[in-house]
């Protein structure tokens, strides 16, 4: 199994904004003061675009859908957490904890996919049923695949329920790793809603807030688990997670590249900057307004494509 595509699935915003239904458990969402709802939107579809073009320029191969104005998806910006694709032609499709982000789920971009990109699908498994018992699992925000290893690591919390989470693996045939991560939320700690804004994983290392982890027997399960598998692992702080540094994606190009965002790279530290270029180079584009109201940055904009091509 490849750990890493050159393909990725992202969605051009038409109605980008603040989200009340996710902001309820995503501590990251910020309603910029002084910005219209026309703004907002205007500054997000830059800051995709500009995005677009710097993966682009670097031989990833950006495969574009724009959103529809109806029905009003704010967040449609993070594809990743209501679909993945998968090397075998298999496509997930998740429950969604916001009832806006599931209308999300849009049959047609498969039928793009097929249509147009010429990929094949062969079997859709449908996770949907979690939301008629209010549980939920979302896509690779919820999970951070281990792909070569077939290793599943999840975060638990609201938007990351254990059952599903078990279930996903019985039919993808991965090994789950569950723990609880947990940051400060005035004076509290409350559980983090997506694994994948404090952990990423690499073909040969990978970028975790271990800090996160509050109990420390499930802290040093966590790390053996990552060593084992045979990855360096290089450790960001709470206050680099803060700035999404944990919300990066490694991908292929003209040669292997790990995306991230500007505030992302900008909060790292030289030491871990060598240890990350060791192997492979990172590109970084700012992602401030998308981060600010969404609650998400780099990584949770891609939906990486491993389907295999049509043979004609």
Not at 100 to 116: A, F, G, S
Request: glycine share 4%.
């Amino acid at each position: 199994m490849k750990q890493i595509t050159n393909t990725i699935l992202m969605i051009e915003p038409v109605s980008f904004r603040y989200n009340d239904q996710t902001a309820v458990n995503n501590y990251y969402q910020q309603i910029l003061d002084g910005l219209t709802t026309d703004q907002t939107q205007k500054k997000a579809l830059s800051e995709f675009n500009d995005f677009v073009c710097v993966l682009r320029e670097k031989g990833i191969n950006v495969i574009v859908v724009k959103d529809t104005l109806i029905p009003d998806t704010p967040d449609s910006i993070f594809p990743n957490n209501w679909i993945s694709f998968h090397e075998n032609g298999n496509v997930a499709l998740y429950p969604m904890c916001a009832e806006n982000r599931r209308d999300e789920r849009r049959e047609d971009i498969l039928d793009v996919l097929v249509d147009d990109y010429k990929y094949k699908i062969n079997y859709i498994k449908d996770f949907t049923e979690f939301e008629n018992h209010d549980k939920f699992l979302e896509g690779t925000g919820s999970m951070v695949l281990d792909r070569e290893n077939k290793i599943c690591y999840a975060a638990i919390s609201i938007r990351t329920d254990e059952q599903a989470v078990l279930q996903w693996c019985d039919v993808f045939d991965y090994t789950p790793v569950c723990f609880t991560a947990n940051q400060n939320v005035g004076g509290e700690r409350k559980e983090i809603y997506h694994t994948n804004v404090m952990m990423c994983i690499a073909d040969k290392y990978v970028v975790v807030c271990l800090d996160t982890v509050d109990n420390k027997e499930e802290r040093k399960w966590l790390r053996n688990s990552l060593e084992l598998s045979g990855k360096e692992v290089i450790e960001i702080s709470e206050l680099q997670k803060n700035r999404f540094a944990g919300n990066m994606l490694q991908l292929m190009g003209d040669k292997k590249y790990l995306v991230m965002s500007n505030s992302a790279y900008k909060s790292l530290t030289e030491d871990q900057i060598t240890k990350i270029e060791k192997y492979n180079p990172i590109i970084s584009s700012s992602l401030d307004t998308i981060e600010a109201c969404g609650g998400g940055s780099a990584r949770c904009m891609m939906a990486e494509v491993f389907l295999p091509k049509t043979i004609l």
